[in-house]
């Protein structure tokens, strides 16, 4: 199974990627981890994220394509994954259509969580105070907001159009939105 969690920064993409990967038996790639650690560790992928992480900017297309290529090349993901923070442009839509075809598969379904403004807000103020990410200051916040709206929210209608896309209310507790997103996916089979 192929499928793509979407939603605005605060939605719980990461949360509910993980628990639905390991329910279908397949890796949550989060391309959001994945940039966290390079920074951690130092490398130059590291090094080229950071600053339009710190900013609230998205990094550069190629960069994150050809990671996420790299990632999906590997063999654990196989049989499908959960994208969780990819595709964010519609540049990446692009690619990502081109590496799923290049495995002779195709992409099942786009899990959108929808979560009000103010409640996310709410959750990223929190989420700073007990992950300390740097990007979860309120300016910071402020600047994903906007590109979230500029950049990834067109996705939702280009996934509406190809009649892949699920909306899943994400408010409530975490428990409570994954057995909505579980209930929604029973209507989707792998193609
Ligand atoms: P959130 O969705 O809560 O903002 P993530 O952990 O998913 O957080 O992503 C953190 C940052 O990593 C983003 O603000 C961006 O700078 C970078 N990033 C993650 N995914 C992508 C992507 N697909 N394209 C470009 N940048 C990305």
Same mark, same amino acid.
Request: charged share 30%; aromatic share 4%.
């Given at each position: 199974?192929? !499928?793509?969690?979407?939603?605005?920064?605060?939605?719980?993409?990461?949360?509910?990627?993980?628990?639905?990967?390991?329910?279908?038996?397949?890796?949550?790639?989060?391309?959001?981890?994945?940039?966290?650690?390079?920074?951690?560790?130092?490398?130059?992928?590291?090094?080229?994220?950071?600053?339009?992480?710190?900013?609230?900017?998205?990094?550069?297309?190629?960069?994150?394509?050809?990671?996420?290529?790299?990632?999906?090349?590997?063999?654990?993901?196989?049989?499908?994954?959960?994208?969780?923070?990819?595709?964010?442009?519609?540049?990446? @839509?692009?690619?990502?259509?081109?590496?799923?075809?290049?495995?002779?598969?195709?992409?099942?379904?786009? @899990?959108? +969580?929808?979560?009000?403004?103010?409640? +996310?807000?709410?959750?990223? !103020?929190?989420?700073?105070?007990?992950?300390? /990410?740097?990007?979860?200051?309120?300016?910071?916040? /402020?600047? /994903?907001?906007?590109?979230? $709206?500029?950049?990834?929210?067109? !996705?939702?209608?280009?996934?509406?159009?190809?009649?892949? +896309?699920?909306?899943?209310?994400?408010?409530?507790?975490?428990?409570? $939105?994954?057995?909505?997103?579980?209930?929604?996916?029973?209507? $989707?089979?792998?193609?």
């Amino acid at each position: 199974m192929r !499928l793509i969690l979407m939603g605005p920064p605060g939605a719980g993409k990461g949360t509910q990627a993980k628990v639905v990967a390991e329910h279908i038996g397949v890796p949550a790639i989060s391309t959001g981890d994945i940039f966290r650690a390079n920074v951690s560790e130092g490398t130059d992928l590291g090094r080229k994220a950071q600053e339009y992480m710190d900013a609230g900017e998205y990094v550069p297309d190629e960069v994150t394509n050809l990671m996420v290529r790299n990632r999906i090349d590997e063999r654990d993901a196989e049989p499908g994954f959960v994208l969780d923070g990819y595709p964010r442009t519609l540049a990446q @839509v692009e690619e990502l259509d081109s590496m799923i075809k290049f495995t002779g598969h195709e992409l099942d379904a786009v @899990v959108v +969580l929808t979560v009000d403004r103010e409640e +996310l807000v709410q959750r990223l !103020l929190q989420r700073a105070e007990t992950d300390g /990410r740097s990007d979860d200051t309120e300016e910071v916040i /402020r600047r /994903r907001q906007e590109v979230y $709206v500029d950049q990834t929210e067109p !996705l939702i209608d280009v996934y509406r159009d190809r009649n892949l +896309l699920i909306e899943v209310d994400g408010m409530g507790e975490v428990d409570q $939105v994954t057995k909505r997103i579980f209930g929604a996916l029973e209507g $989707v089979h792998e193609s």
